[in-house]
Structure formats: structure tokens, C-alpha cells
């Protein structure tokens, strides 16, 4: 079988240090045989012939502008079966304004109450995906992402809230979903809220959960690279 492409983009704001998330990432799929392009510049998706072939797209582009004919791009792609795949404020919180970046990944960002810091537990959930099979619940101290969630989501994790005080708290306790998957046409949308920096990518939960989504969205085209979510199981990926 021949190796699988990847094209990672980053950029945005800095803060969430997108050049290393990039380079771990690079390292993950390289590992799984993938030919890996990184580029830190959005001008990459102007080749809509060119991303239509890439088997997997990975965006680490926190906030940010983007011109809506590069969004339609992406998106024409991952409707044709190209993956899609991220975290943190790099998927979920880029390009504010581009509704149609926001429907396509299947959520936005609008807050994290009690900003980093924030000791929480992420609860792996029972679903029709086995996607996290054999990932126990565990607890991280970082930033605990509200989001804005479309609602066709396959919810595969979630963080209660609330934790951290904040205007919020005056409704009832909600269940977040943390990571997810969804189709997009005929391609694979995988994100997960964790990722502040580097560090947090490195625990060995979060480095397997983000192991496996890149793989899934990544075998859209050529399902039998990876097991399938509905008769395999997906243990020691990220070994």
C-alpha cells in the first residue's frame, strides 16, 4: 500500500505554540508512514486540485484571518474524502469569522472559564465509535474549552462544567463534549479540545487520542490503512 500524505498548516496566534504542535505531529504521522508537507503559510490551500488529492489535512491556526475562497477549498476537499483533523484552538478556534470553517469542523470556541490552570477530568464516553476503547477517564490541569458543539457530532469524550466560577455557573451542570468525530461529505472530521502547548500533546492520553483521530480522519480514502470504527479496536496506536 502506498504511504498516505498529510499537509500541516500553522500559524495564528502564537501563544499555543503551533510550530511544535506541528512538529510532534509531523512526527506521529511520519511514524505511521505518511509523506508529511508543513507549511506555516494558508496561501497552501489555494490549490484546490492539490489538497483534493492530500489524504489528510491538519490545521493548527489559532484565531486568524482566512479569505473564504481558501475555506471553500478545504472544504470541497474534505467533502471529496480528504480527512480532517486537529485540536485545541488550532481547529476550533480558527478563522472567527468563516462560518463555514465553524460548520465544517463541528464546533467553535467560546470560552474557558477560569482561564489555564483549571484541574478537570476528562470522561471517555460509551458510543457507537471505539474509537478511545481502552482509554481510562484521567485528569488534566489546563484550559477547559467551552464550546459551541453541532449537534450531528459523534461525541467520543467530555468535561464536566462548571468547574471554574463564571456566569455560567448559574445554569445547570453540562456535560462538554472534548473530542469528537463527524463526516463532512464523504470525509472524516476528527477534533479534541486539548492542546494548549506542546506539553499537553506529550501526556500519554491526549498523545494517543490525537494518535488515532489523525489516523481515522486520515484513512477516509483507503479504510483498510486503519481500523475500521464499527469491528476493530484501536489499542497501542500510539505505542
Not at 459551541?148 to 467520543?156: F, G, M, S
Request: glycine share 10%; proline share 5%; hydrophobic share 40%.
Amino acid at each position: 500500500m502506498p504511504n498516505q500524505s498529510a499537509l500541516i498548516v500553522w500559524g495564528g496566534w502564537p501563544g499555543h505554540q503551533p510550530e511544535e504542535v506541528a512538529s510532534i505531529f509531523r512526527q506521529l504521522l511520519e511514524r505511521h508512514r505518511y509523506q508529511v508537507e508543513v507549511s506555516n503559510s494558508l496561501e497552501v490551500f489555494a490549490d484546490a486540485d492539490k489538497l483534493k488529492q492530500i489524504d489528510l489535512i491538519v490545521p493548527i491556526w489559532t484565531m486568524g484571518e482566512i479569505e473564504p475562497k481558501l475555506v471553500n477549498n478545504v472544504s470541497a476537499a474534505v467533502q471529496g474524502g480528504t480527512g480532517l483533523a486537529g485540536c485545541h484552538g488550532g481547529m476550533a478556534d480558527a478563522f472567527r469569522q468563516n462560518v463555514e470553517w465553524h460548520f465544517m469542523t463541528g464546533g467553535q470556541w467560546v470560552a474557558h472559564p477560569g482561564d489555564n490552570g483549571v484541574e478537570y477530568t476528562v470522561n471517555i464516553k460509551n458510543s457507537s465509535s471505539l474509537l478511545l476503547e481502552g482509554i481510562e477517564d484521567f485528569t488534566v490541569k489546563s484550559e477547559q474549552y467551552y464550546l459551541h458543539v453541532d449537534p450531528a457530532v459523534e461525541v467520543l469524550a467530555t468535561t464536566r462544567f462548571p468547574i471554574a466560577e463564571g456566569p455560567h455557573s448559574a445554569n445547570r451542570a453540562v456535560d462538554m463534549p472534548v473530542a469528537w468525530t463527524k463526516r463532512w461529505g464523504a470525509g472524516r472530521v476528527f477534533y479534541c479540545s486539548l492542546g494548549h502547548q506542546a506539553d499537553m500533546i506529550e501526556i500519554p492520553q491526549v498523545k494517543e487520542m490525537m494518535t488515532r483521530g489523525l489516523l481515522w480522519a486520515g484513512a477516509g480514502k483507503s479504510p483498510g490503512s486503519f481500523p475500521s470504527e464499527e469491528n476493530d479496536t484501536f489499542n497501542g496506536v500510539g505505542d
